[in-house]
T-cell receptor
Framework: IAGITQAPTSQILAAGRRMTLRCTQD?????MYWYRQDLGLGLRLIHY???????GKGEVPDGYSVSRANTDDFPLTLASAVPSQTSVYFC????????????FGEGSRLTVL | TQLLEQSPQFLSIQEGENLTVYCNSS?????LQWYRQEPGEGPVLLVT?????EVKKLKRLTFQFGDARKDSSLHITAAQTGDTGLYLCAGDVGSNYKLTFGKGTLLTVNP
């Protein structure tokens, strides 16, 4: 089934550790996004990529980095995890960067202790 | 400051009832989307509205975009238990095409 695959589904991580959340899409969409969803704060954009080879900062980029080496993959890295990064992370894609019509993955639940 | 205010935050109704949820902003949106999110899953796009005053229908769901493109509403007729979920509105201000999401309305439809 075509769509977005995120991994891991769930992870518990010690503070200070490095963590990469993986995101792969097979729809050949140009744009990809990482959001975090927190109770009371809603969905907030971390980083985005309008097309392969380019990335940009969203609303809450600090402590996170991304890369977009090809069309399909958009990993999100936490260089040194902190408890405030405990959240549910959603990867999304869109056929074009200038549309609000996003397709979301199932999410990765990350707990930083 | 929340760019998109959704109300009510929570709504619990009986099956068969009608309901309306709202999405309001002081900013003008070039387009506005409605998503539904079920527990443990990612949001799923329901509709996009672009033109001020536009009305779109999706089965029992009716979406309206305000004339000034600052607000939107979602009306559900004869709600069913399968309508239970978190309803999110999202929009981009101007032309940066980076979506801002409201905090959502959590709808529970009881049998």
């Amino acid at each position: 089934i075509a769509g977005i695959t995120q991994a891991p589904t769930s992870q518990i991580l010690a503070a200070g550790r490095r963590m990469t959340l993986r995101c792969t899409q097979d729809m050949r969409h140009n744009a990809m996004y990482w959001y975090r969803q927190d109770l009371g704060l809603g969905l907030r954009l971390i980083h985005y990529s309008n097309t392969a080879g380019t990335t940009g900062k969203g609303e809450v980029p600090d402590g996170y980095s991304v890369s977009r080496a090809n069309t399909d993959d958009f990993p999100l890295t936490l260089a040194s995890a902190v408890p405030s990064q405990t959240s549910v992370y959603f990867c999304a894609s869109s056929p074009f960067w200038d549309t609000g019509e996003l397709f979301f993955g199932e999410g990765s639940r990350l707990t930083v202790l | 400051t929340q760019l998109l205010e959704q109300s009510p935050q929570f709504l619990s109704i009986q099956e068969g009832e009608n309901l309306t949820v709202y999405c309001n902003s002081s900013s003008v949106f070039s387009s506005l989307q409605w998503y539904r999110q079920e527990p443990g899953e990612g949001p799923v796009l329901l509709v996009t509205v672009v033109t001020g005053g536009e009305v779109k229908k999706l089965k029992r769901l009716t979406f309206q975009f305000g004339d000034a493109r600052k607000d939107s509403s979602l009306h559900i007729t004869a709600a069913q238990t399968g309508d239970t979920g978190l309803y999110l509105c999202a929009g981009d201000v101007g032309s940066n095409y980076k979506l801002t999401f409201g905090k959502g309305t959590l709808l529970t439809v009881n049998p």
